[in-house]
């Protein structure tokens, strides 16, 4: 097993959030993952996320499929319930959990072979379906687990440790995501906490289908020369299109960054997200600037990351399905079960 | 005049229709206008894998004596469909019935000497009266069941009863259908002898309040007064109409009066694995869920299955079985799927079994089945299949205890975890080898886990160690046996008299198998009848596998599946264990039952019985 230290972060670890739990709350187990691995990174930015939302750790459902990015959940949150499934059916578990309590927040973690590869159907329906979810891929573009195999974001002509070269397209899960319906969908990378952060804040007040892409670069088998997902290539080739402040309803949260052009969005639940626009020209709230401009920046080579889309009105599947408020997990016999009377009438109509 | 087959409240009519041209509700009309003369029927759907324009039958077994099960022959065809005229011809019993419409004349060649012919011009008939394609259409259906109630001595005012609870408030549509029955009537009445046609509908007071319906629809209604809550499914033949089923009753029972908002949540997921991952999902948060698929959908599910069954969630899955393997035989009957299910997925996994004989058990194992899935912690399967699920079945009334609670199984509540209650998520307390389970949200520091289908301890932590693995696993093997103890028991019919020869049978075989047991029972053959009800096997399986020189296993599949569960499970000796294999995609039938058991047995005690 290997120990890492988590990367250190702003704030000491004994302060305690509104909710009266302190950053080291939100923690879980020891990674086992390779030092250096980006995904740990993530981790740190989902622990200090909810930290920051003052979330009750327990309200939180932690599910992932099967990979390295799957083993994650249990490295956050250890008092949340988690839940790693089976390959590339995370959605499909999470919808069903979703289903069974509206009132928990989802966090659904996988990977670009989790996601893109075998899970793909899932990915697409989950988004189509508006769960009201936070979809994080930890996407490396490779099987660490099996030791260094190409996923299906992996780009073409990207060449592997082995050096082999990736013949067939890669999958854009941003893109894919836009076009299935997915209501916030954001791109950041692993390295780059202060983007990261503010946009998990933000996808988890999001009342609907939130993704977010991070790039997340695999020290052991996709860090080198000719990767298109190293912590290099993503560092020269990062184009941030605006940085999020996430102000919620309640209170105003501070930045330690200048403003520079600001679009200010209302959620439905009152919480405003200020974008800090890096790209004038870039419209997040319009899906067809939106792809235009991610189709863009691939054709020029360039990672495009921050807010991509939102629709600030989202519905959400439990408001297509017109459920009760009550999670459905809560309802009891009485509500459930219409008894003999009614048994009685449709017996009667089926002679 | 070929020799007539006679016979009151005893025969079987077929009709043979074009897909999609209304033909379907008015052979119910006529079924259902028996039932209500007090005479028990048994009709099947026979429908090839089509939409439209392409041949369907409809048979109905006319049984005074309430046998359910398909007899095999046919007494009167009802021809309709001309694609289909020469087999259908065949088909008739010697002395049988040909039922056609007479409108063109039809050579000679394409009847047959030995069956009596009923020529009625429907066609002539119908445009007389109607001009539109569609009514012309309809309404000839109901002036063949008009002619054939004549024939047949089937009382016009129970078919009229029916029109009137049909068309409540519609007394337009009431009276033109009205209007057709007697066109059909009258042209009988005006130009045929009805005696000519010897089956007859008599009176009678057989039916009692037993109730008229399909498998697929009371095991729906059961999943709602079973408390499920979440339903995920993917269309596939038969299935779809249990959740189909579920969607109308929940839309009428469970929506709340004061808000209007569902107390369910269904979808139509993207395929099977997402169908079985929605179930689970909402199963481990505390929601009771099920599934209804048929075979091509379990092989999909399986590796969910494992999971489920490795991380203790509850899952209820209906399996309406048809043919297989691969796509099979999709509008045919079968049960196939015993092994696949019972040991569904990588690994020593085995799972518990349900099986219902008519609608009345799919509706009572469906209300049972998640109760057991929740007490388990673990799939359950329904193994129900066409031959039940889609064809409209007498059976007694739905029955439902309002004092009865939904058994949640070990729920670890926040009240015991505050009270300082040792929460192990994997740890046996009670040696039954059912731990405790808690739902996600519950407390704030106590009581949460990880869920993984990988090995781990008995407090849900990671490990690879051989010995937490085996005691992990032997803890699983002991809930299977405590499976054993609450899961339906099989029901015994024993033989007149003392005897060494056993019969094994399940679901949808029952009504074949009780009426060739009345057979057995006549010519004093002594077989004794274990209708097994469920899968792990309790004690009076194996006690009834013991008693037995010999125990034929009557089953709708090539291999003998439930015969081989049974030599696995219960180490029965195999020579002792004899297969009775039906699978032709047919119903299967006491005529047949009857012939394969006694040619099995002895030479002595087959002349004896002869």
Known sequence: ?351 | MPQAVAATNDFVVKFANVNGSGSASANELFARAILRMGVPISPRNIFPSNIQGLPTWYEVRVTEKGYLGRRGGVDMMVAMNPQTWAEDVKEITPGGYLFYDSTKPTPPAMFRDDVNLVGVPLTAITNATYTDARQRQLFKNIIYVGALSVLLDIDPKEIERLFGEQFKGKEKLLDSNVKALNLGRDWVTNNIDPSAVKLKVRRADNVGNRIFVEGNNAAALGAVYGGATVCAWYPITPSSSVAEAFISHCRRLRHDKATGKAKYAIVQAEDELSSIGIVIGAAWNGARAFTATSGPGISLMTEFIGLASFAEVPAFIINVQRGGPSTGMPTRTQQADILACAYASNGDTKHVLLFPEDPKECFDFSAEGLDLADRLQTPVFLMTDLDIGMNQRLCEPFVWDDKRSLDRGKVMTVEELEAGKTFGRYLDVDGDGIPYRTYPGTHPTKGSYFTRGTTKDRFARYSEEGPVYVDNMERLARKFDTAKKIVPKAIARPAKGKTKTGVIYFGSTSPAMGEALDGFDQAGIMIDALRVRAYPFGAEVVDFVKSHDTVFVVEQNRDGQLRSLLINELDADPTRVRSVPHYDGTPITARFIAQAIEGHLSPPRRMAAE
């Open chain 1, 1 to 351: 097993m290997t120990y890492i230290s988590k990367p250190k972060l702003h704030h000491p670890g004994l302060l305690k959030n509104a909710a009266g739990f302190t950053r080291r709350d939100y923690e879980g187990a020891v990674s086992t993952l390779c030092a250096g691995c980006g995904h740990d990174s993530i981790s740190a930015a989902i622990i200090q996320a909810c930290y920051e939302l003052d979330i009750l750790p327990h309200q939180v459902a932690k599910l992932s499929g099967i990979g390295c990015s799957s083993k994650a959940p249990t490295y956050f949150l250890g008092a949340s319930h988690g839940f790693n499934t089976v390959h590339g059916r995370m959605p499909s578990v999470m919808t069903g959990a979703n289903l069974a309590n509206r009132d928990l927040i989802y966090m659904g973690v996988s990977g670009d072979g989790d996601s893109a590869s075998i899970g793909l159907g899932q990915f697409a329906h989950v988004m189509r379906r508006g769960l009201n979810m936070v979809y994080i891929v930890m996407n490396n573009g490779v099987y660490g687990l099996t030791k260094g195999q190409f996923s299906a974001t992996a780009d073409k002509g990207s060449v592997s440790k082995k050096g082999l070269p990736n013949s067939d397209s890669s999958i854009d899960l941003v893109s894919m995501a836009i076009l299935m319906g997915a209501t916030f969908v954001g791109r950041s990378f692993s390295g780059d906490k202060r983007q990261l952060v503010p946009l998990i804040k933000a996808a988890v007040q999001h009342k609907g289908a939130a993704f977010i892409d991070v790039v997340s670069p695999c020290v052991a088998f996709n860090n080198h020369a000719g990767s298109t997902k190293s912590y290099d290539y993503v560092r020269e080739h990062n184009d941030a299109v605006n940085f999020i402040d996430f102000i919620e309803s309640r209170t105003e949260i501070t930045t330690d960054y200048a403003a520079g052009t600001l679009q200010e969005v209302q959620q439905h639940d009152g919480s405003t997200l200020r974008l800090r626009k890096l790209n004038d020209a870039y419209d997040p709230c319009d899906k067809v600037t939106a792809l235009n401009q991610i189709q863009k920046a691939e054709a020029a080579g360039e990672v495009i990351t921050g807010l991509l889309y939102l629709d600030p009105l989202p519905k959400d599947l439990h408001e297509n399905l017109n459920t009760v408020d009550t999670p459905l997990n809560a309802l009891v016999e009485a509500d459930l079960c219409p008894g003999q009377a009614a048994l009685d009438k449709f017996n009667a109509g089926l002679r």
